[in-house]
Nanobody, 116 residues
Framework: QVQLVESGGGLVQAGGSLRLSCVASGRIFAFNAMGWYRQVPGKERELVAS???????YYADSVKGRFTVSRDNAKNAVYLQMNSLKPEDTAVYYC??????????WGQGTQVTVSS
């Protein structure tokens, strides 16, 4: 069984920073790509940032210049450094991973709340 365990969410004031972590465990070989989505009630889940095993990155326009995604291949881990947070960044953030051998999985989600 594969698990993605997220940590690092919480409450922060506008302009502050948070760092999300996601570590995969279980019977996996290696990930192809890992990333972060977010969702607010009543809206579709949206891709925030992703990174491939070789380091290619993607960022949603709304977070470019403020968020940085990184990975640790040896740990099958992905991180999201979020700076200059805005109230509109408030959402549940989900880790997502695509593995070479076992397909794709989701984390349980972590709440990020940015107060104005």
């Amino acid at each position: 069984q594969v698990q993605l365990v997220e940590s690092g969410g919480g409450l922060v004031q506008a302009g502050g920073s948070l760092r999300l972590s996601c570590v995969a465990s279980g019977r996996i070989f290696a990930f192809n790509a890992m990333g972060w989505y977010r969702q607010v009630p009543g809206k579709e889940r949206e891709l925030v940032a992703s990174i491939t095993r070789v380091g290619s990155t993607y960022y949603a326009d709304s977070v470019k210049g403020r968020f940085t995604v990184s990975r640790d291949n040896a740990k099958n881990a992905v991180y999201l450094q979020m700076n200059s947070l805005k109230p509109e960044d408030t959402a549940v953030y989900y880790c997502h991973a695509v593995f070479y051998d076992v397909g794709d999985y989701w984390g349980q989600g972590t709440q990020v709340t940015v107060s104005s």
